[in-house]
Every structure is written in structure tokens, then in C-alpha cells.
């Protein structure tokens, strides 16, 4: 058993309790954990637990890397694209719009998870027709890439449930484009993450473009650490506002019994200048060090899975189903 000390409760914002007991058992793997979500603390019971034996596979493990993507050419091009007018244009907007006062004002009001309350398979069905506008490498439908994602990564991972639903609903965030959200634009939902508040990496995609946006001079926010410290936690960093940051915060707040890596995975899966090109590592603590692990290994899934030929979703409905009631309340807020 493990007894958290009154300066960890205080932190913790439990107001005048004294002690919070959480049993942890590690003979099993289940555990319980305390979520925190605005001042609404969720006390999550039998939270999944990465086994003893899986372990990230190494890229050239298992999966084999295609050639080339759905249109003949290589992956990630974004300066030979079929795509790219269209793709370019979106990065273009995201890079001059995403400040750092944007994207705080726009996560507070999202974070209020007021827009809808529906199954995790319902949210999944808005994204039937929606197509990302900043993906070089396909052009189909955001509910086959997700679920060709997962197939993918289940093939490979067969005991790890946890990952295949990881995968199914990585991409989920991107409801944010449906009008029950707000119909933001495309450079609100897509593309790669970057983090606010401090100087933007080189590797970021179209970086000539954030010469544009108003931060790139700002003092303030133009430095390497900006208004951060070294070994912070990406918890406690800003990242672009899009449907990363927003899935993260709905599972925050649903009492999903999905694993700290799950969640990991999930809100920086778009942040390739850091699980690509290895940046930001001084901003890291040790558990984003290896929580980074698992967000490397799915990274190749996510990349290198789509294609044009479609996975019959009403075959794989119910296994995933299966999956969406062992870890997800039947209803959450969006």
C-alpha cells in the first residue's frame, strides 16, 4: 500500500484531507489511479497496466515498411505530394495562427467538455467521411485510417488490447471539424504538433512559415526553455491546439481505465520533431523518457499503415466494441 503525504495532497488539490490511501498491487495487472480533471478529481479503479513483457518493438521489427505510399510516392513528402497545394496551404494557416495565446484561450474552452456526450463508437461514426487535409499520404476517410491503424498494430501486438484500442481511437480527436464541436478549420484539428511558448524547433515541417506567426519575435516565447524550465514535463507544456491535446483531455476526464502510455501516445503522436528528430529532450522527466518508448514504436503504425484498400469496418466492429466497454464508460463528455 501506498500513502500519499500531506504536502502531496495539498498538491494534488484535495483540499483538507489528510491522507488519500491508493492500493497498488503488483502481483496483478490492475491498479488503481487518481486522475485529475479541472478541479473534478475522477478516482479511476482497475487502470491497465503494460505487462512485464511487452516491450516496443524496434523499427525494423515485425512491420515491414512499405516502399512507397498510397499514391506511388514516398511517405511524409511534403514537397512532391500529389497533395501538396492542398497540404501546404493548411500548414501555412496553422503555423501563423497557432499561438501561444490561441491555443491557452481555445484548450480552457474546450476543456470544459461541453459540446457532446456520446460512445466512443459513435464518435468514431462522425469521422466516416472527414479526410485530413494536411496528410501528404492519403486521402481517404479518417475512420479506415484508423481502423487499418489498428489492425496493424494488433497483428503484431496480440495480447496488448490496450494498443489496439489505442490505435483505433488515436485520431478521434479530429471530431473537433464536425459542427457539434465548432467546425473548426483544418489548421485547428490537423497536422503535426508543435509546442507553444518556447523557440520552435528547425525540424518542423514548413518552418518558414512560423516567421509569420506573431511569437516567433516575441521574446517571451522565442527562447529555447521560453516560459518553461528544463525537465519540466511535456504535461506541463502547450501544444498546438488540434485533435491530439483535445482526445487527451475527453480521456482525462472519462475515467478510461487505459494505461498512462495509452494517454501518452495519444497526445503526442503528432509531435514528430520529437519522436522523429528528437527534440525537446530538455523539457522531458523520466516518465515522458519512457513513455516516449511506446510513442516511437506506434509512430510507424500510424505512418506506414495506410492505405486505399479498406478494412470491412462492420467485420472488426465488434471485437473493437469488445475493447471500447472493458475500457471506456458507456457514455463520456466531449
Not at 496488448?160 to 484539428?189: C, M, N, R
Not at 518556447?198 to 516560459?227: F, M, Q, R, W
Amino acid at each position: 500500500m501506498h500513502v500519499f503525504d500531506n504536502k502531496t495532497t495539498k498538491a494534488l488539490g484535495i483540499g483538507h484531507m489528510a491522507k488519500m490511501k491508493i492500493m497498488i498491487d503488483h502481483s496483478i495487472l490492475l491498479q488503481k489511479q487518481v486522475i485529475l480533471s479541472g478541479n473534478k478529481m475522477i478516482a479511476v479503479e482497475n487502470q491497465a497496466v503494460v505487462s512485464e513483457n511487452a516491450t516496443p518493438k524496434d523499427a525494423l521489427d515485425e512491420f515491414v515498411v512499405p516502399e512507397s505510399n498510397a499514391f506511388g510516392q514516398s511517405f511524409r513528402d511534403y514537397e512532391g505530394s500529389v497533395r501538396q497545394s492542398i497540404v501546404e496551404n493548411c500548414y501555412r494557416l496553422h503555423h501563423i495562427n497557432q499561438t501561444y495565446d490561441f491555443v491557452k484561450r481555445t484548450r480552457e474552452e474546450y476543456a470544459k467538455l461541453n459540446k457532446a456526450e456520446m460512445s466512443i463508437w459513435e464518435a468514431i461514426e462522425l469521422l466516416d467521411n472527414f479526410v485530413d487535409e494536411t496528410d501528404p499520404d492519403l486521402e481517404e476517410p479518417q475512420i479506415q485510417h484508423m481502423l487499418q491503424t489498428a489492425e496493424a498494430i494488433r497483428k503484431d501486438y496480440p495480447s496488448e488490447d490496450w494498443l489496439h484500442l489505442t490505435a483505433l481511437i488515436h485520431d478521434l480527436g479530429k471530431v473537433l471539424f464536425h459542427s457539434k464541436f465548432g467546425s473548426l478549420p483544418q489548421w485547428a484539428v490537423n497536422g503535426d504538433t508543435l509546442i507553444v511558448g518556447c523557440a520552435y524547433d528547425e525540424s518542423i515541417v514548413y518552418h518558414k512559415y512560423l516567421k509569420e506567426n506573431p511569437d516567433y519575435n516575441n521574446p517571451t516565447y522565442n527562447t529555447k526553455l521560453g516560459v518553461y524550465s528544463e525537465g519540466c514535463g511535456l504535461e506541463n507544456v502547450l501544444l498546438s491546439w488540434g485533435h491530439d491535446d483535445y482526445m487527451y483531455l475527453v480521456l482525462k476526464a472519462s475515467g478510461t481505465t487505459l494505461p498512462p502510455a495509452a494517454l501518452f501516445i495519444i497526445r503526442y503522436h503528432s509531435l514528430y520533431s520529437m519522436h522523429s528528430k528528437g527534440a525537446y529532450q530538455y523539457l522531458m522527466n523520466d516518465e515522458d523518457k519512457e513513455n516516449l518508448k511506446w510513442s516511437q514504436t506506434f509512430s510507424k503504425y500510424d505512418l506506414y499503415s495506410k492505405s486505399k484498400v479498406h478494412i470491412d469496418v462492420e467485420k472488426v466492429k465488434p471485437y473493437y466494441e469488445s475493447l471500447i466497454k472493458k475500457y471506456f464508460p458507456e457514455k463520456i463528455r466531449w
